[in-house]
């Protein structure tokens, strides 16, 4: 970072920091008690610091010119996350202005970083770019299209869909830092962590729905 202005070293520092932190609260959210003090208390810390890592990553692209596709990745583990919050805060797929408003801004933003990605500069490979825009687009659309369901139904529901969204929030964080630390593995290092991300996705939702039955 010896070229990197003051301000810019420490926007790095505090996104890293932030990074590393948010990685180790959420495995403290995994693997504590699910629906307990540990669980609640690390899971907002760990909303706090992803939050904190995306301003960081607007930071460094918009005022310091940093590579935009990590802002893409961490776009992705925000808003996973700030969704799969708001479902265990309401139990409902009754639509909020909130939840809508904030998944119309990220849609933008990941339409907007998509359409200039050439211009930003690809130094990941193409397919993990547009693969990890993808899901966030698959999210946003599901978020929407969860408002059809019935309410009733969505009951039975909501639990796997917080589960899920917030071990991808994990998962793609954890992408993010692995892929940047460990270039020389692209692109395993890149991908295994979401490959990771979904078998424990899955394994956790079969286990809850085990156990729930």
């Not at 202005?97 to 933003?109: E, G, H, K, Q, R």
């Not at 969860?146 to 992408?175: D, G, P, Q, V």
């Not at 593995?185 to 809850?208: E, K, T």
């Amino acid at each position: 970072m010896g070229d990197y202005t003051f301000l810019h070293q420490l926007n790095i520092v505090i996104h890293v920091t932030s990074g590393t932190a948010a990685l180790l609260l959420g495995l403290v959210a995994l693997l504590s008690k699910k629906g307990g003090r540990v669980h609640q208390k690390s899971g907002l810390i760990f909303l706090f610091l992803i939050a904190l890592v995306i301003l960081t990553a607007l930071v460094g692209v918009f005022a310091f010119g940093a590579n935009g596709f990590l802002l893409a990745l961490t776009m992705l583990s925000g808003y996973q996350a700030f969704s799969g919050y708001r479902v265990v805060k309401s139990k409902s797929n009754k639509p909020k202005t909130l939840d809508i408003l904030v998944a119309l801004l990220t849609l933008s933003s990941g339409l907007y970083f998509l359409y200039y990605f050439d211009s930003i500069g690809m130094i990941w490979s193409p397919v993990i770019i547009y693969s990890t825009v993808g899901a966030l687009f698959i999210i946003i659309a599901y978020d929407f299209l969860r408002y059809l369901i019935n309410a009733e139904r969505y009951k039975s529901i909501w639990l796997y869909e917080h589960i899920y969204k917030m071990i991808a929030a994990f998962t793609a964080l954890l992408a993010a830092f692995v892929g940047t630390v460990f270039p020389q593995y692209h692109p395993y290092s890149q991908f295994l962590p979401s490959i990771f991300g979904s078998v424990l996705a899955i394994g956790s939702i079969l286990y809850f729905r085990r156990k729930r039955s």
